[in-house]
């Protein structure tokens, strides 16, 4: 493996997709370690990242030929946030467009798909912000308290949300309210709906989005609904039924952000192995101390083993086979494994670990962010205790 160390994304991870994954890494090789460090210094966000790859169509992978796509599977989707990953970049500013827009293809109407995909697909619309999470009721997501109320052909939406990332640089929203209160359903599960609001018309007139300064520059938010209007067209599918068709898109969330996770264990440990190569103490390689050398190998290890599960969850989910739990296994194996090569790299780097222009604290800390967001770990592991082994519920 050594000699094929001389830059970072050398790993032979070429056999799934090879063109795809040269073609991302030309993409961002302009945007490198110097360009995330300015951004995060401006609190600012990856505009012209986002508009190379917006342009070079990998955005659109997903959505169908027919709507401007390339329609492609989710394997080729997760081949190309692997690689951003492993180049030392993030996709976070832009990668909610890849699953999100699932929900409007598979439940939206003709109509809603074809006023917004083709133009998804072009880049003339974001779809970026995706709003379930709440201050009140983080990941008991049923018992959200944003309401949307039918007045005549509209709906009326009061509530707040938190952790809305990219809402300042998307002009479409994905957002997750309760039409009929919890108390008069049968299912805490029945009564939510979803819908497609579009946020250049809300700003202002009922929707408040305010930026929250956070650890990592993930361009997030919270937003404050007080009346906002919004056309009942907005709905997607059937009113009440938007939870299931939320969970419907979770699959490939956490396939997606596994995927994520493996660009960064694979920049970690590239990054790690030449610096342990590199550096010299006490008049040999760093790396050549089993104490340094043992870490790294050891998440090389784990993230080869989670690997296979992520090629697995594509595989389940191209072919439309059930694929919750290698999707959430995935995530979960990936986010630790990718942690531990961050901690390996860390500590490979000794003090130079804390300087910024190694980038190694930089993704250091916004690897960690996997463990929490989209779903928390114990999340994952409670829907693997009662879903697949049979165990009560916890909540
Ligand atoms: C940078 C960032 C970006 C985000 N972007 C978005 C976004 O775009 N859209 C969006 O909707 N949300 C977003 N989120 C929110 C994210 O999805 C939530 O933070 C996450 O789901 C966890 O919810 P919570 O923070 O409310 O934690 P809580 O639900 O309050 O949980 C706190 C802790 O308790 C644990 N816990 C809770 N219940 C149980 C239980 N029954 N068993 C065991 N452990 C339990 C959890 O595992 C967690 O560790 C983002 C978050 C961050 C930090």
Known sequence: ????????????????????????????????GTYWQKLEKTDSYPDEFVEALTKSGFLAVL?????????????????????????????????????IMGTLLRHGSEAQMKQYLPAIASGELRLQAFGVTEPTTGSDTTKLKTRAERDGD????????????????????????????????????????????????????GMEIRPIDAMVNHNTTEIYFDNLRIPASSLIGEEGRGFKYILDGMNAERTLV??????????????????????????????????????????????????????????????GQPCGEDANMAKFLLSEASWHAGEACMQTHGGFGYACEYNVER????????????????????YLGQHVLGMPRSY
């Open 258 to 319: 596994a995927s994520e996770c493996l660009g960064d264990a694979r920049w970690f440990i590239e990054t790690a192995t030449r610096y342990a190569n590199d550096r010299v103490v006490f008049g040999k390689p760093i790396g050549a101390n089993q104490g340094v050398q043992f870490p790294i190998a050891r998440a090389y290890a784990e993230m080869r083993a989670a690997e296979l599960v992520l090629r697995r969850a594509c595989a389940l989910f191209d072919a």
């Open 154 to 205: 509209e709906y009326v939406v009061n509530g707040q949300k938190v952790w809305t990332s990219r809402a300042l640089y998307s002009d479409l929203m994905l957002l997750l309210a309760r039409t009929t209160p919890v108390d008069q359903v049968t299912s805490k599960t029945d009564g939510l709906s979803v819908f497609l609001v579009d946020m250049r018309a809300a700003r202002g007139n």
């Open 363 to 382: 993704k250091w800390r916004e690897n960690r962010l996997y463990q929490i967001a989209p779903i928390s770990s114990n999340l994952i592991l409670a």
């Open 63 to 99: 959505i169908p030929e027919e709507f401007g796509g390339s329609g492609l599977p989710l394997r080729a989707a997760s081949v190309v946030l692997e690689e951003i990953h492993a180049t030392g970049g993030n996709a976070g500013a832009c990668h909610a467009q890849m699953y």
């Open 1 to 32: 493996m050594s000699e094929t160390l001389d830059m970072p994304t050398s790993l032979d991870f070429g056999e799934d997709y090879p063109e795809i994954r040269d073609a991302v890494r030309k993409i961002c090789a302009p945007f490198d």
